[in-house]
């Protein structure tokens, strides 16, 4: 049964399993992929490209380099931070601030319960 008090909604969130976690490291599909697979988001992974639509990067494309499910961040590559001392660092986003563009398609069991136009 799922509760509506905030604090039980945040505990369960923060106790989830990894399994459970993946879910939440979803972005939507572009308008084309929408219709090709005939569903509103998917989990991203590793392999992905995604367009980021929100924040200092809006509009920047990259394959998406790691995937962090258990704090739900994605790493995507080119978007780096350069620090003072001339190092630079992967930036993670949020998945809900990117769209994917194209998917990995070299992994079977992602489509397995996604009927393909």
């Known amino acids: 049964m799922v509760t509506k008090n905030p604090s039980k909604q945040r505990k369960n969130a923060s106790n989830a399993p990894i399994h459970v976690l ?11 992929l929408r219709a090709k697979y005939s569903t509103r988001a998917l989990p991203i992974r590793k392999g992905d490209l995604v367009k980021i639509i929100r924040g200092k990067f809006a509009k920047k494309e990259g394959k998406v380099t790691e995937v962090n499910s258990k704090n739900c961040y994605i790493y ?3 978007i ?12 993670k986003m949020e998945p809900s601030n990117v769209v994917l563009l194209e998917v990995y398609k070299d992994d079977e069991k992602r489509f397995k319960h996604i009927k393909v136009k």
């Open 22 to 32: 993946r879910k939440n490291v979803a972005g939507h599909l572009s308008k084309e």
């Open 76 to 78: 995507v590559e080119g």
């Open 80 to 91: 780096q931070l350069v620090k003072k001392d001339g190092k630079t660092v992967p930036i």
